[in-house]
Nanobody, 121 residues
Framework: QVQLVESGGGLVQAGGTLRLSCVVS????????MRWYRQAPGKQRELVAS???????NYADSMMGRLIISRDDAKRTVYLEMKSLKPEDTAVYYC???????????????WGQGTQVTVSS
């Protein structure tokens, strides 16, 4: 069974930096594109960053220049470094990945449980 577990969230002052981690576990054949989403109270979940298996990264315009997404496939971990945080970045941040378990023919989308990021002004 595939599991994604996020960590690294917390309370930070505006202008600060946080590094989120997402560890993938289970009987896995391959990990493809990994993504970070966020969902603020009363708002829809939005994609903030993605990284392909070849390392190509994309970022949401709202956070462009303040994010770095990376991955360490040996550790089955994807990271999201967030800089110059603003109060409007406060949200639950979710890890999502296209992952092929050993028991499946095709990759499927998996989600973590989320980690809370709160930015104080």
């Amino acid at each position: 069974q595939v599991q994604l577990v996020e960590s690294g969230g917390g309370l930070v002052q505006a202008g600060g930096t946080l590094r989120l981690s997402c560890v993938v576990s289970g009987s896995i054949f391959s990990i493809h594109t990994m993504r970070w989403y966020r969902q603020a109270p009363g708002k829809q979940r939005e994609l903030v960053a993605s990284i392909t298996s070849s390392g190509s990264a994309n970022y949401a315009d709202s956070m462009m220049g303040r994010l770095i997404i990376s991955r360490d496939d040996a550790k089955r971990t994807v990271y999201l470094e967030m800089k110059s945080l603003k109060p409007e970045d406060t949200a639950v941040y979710y890890c999502n990945g296209d992952i092929k378990p050993r028991t499946s023919w095709h990759p499927a989308a998996y989600w973590g449980q989320g980690t809370q990021v709160t930015v104080s002004s």
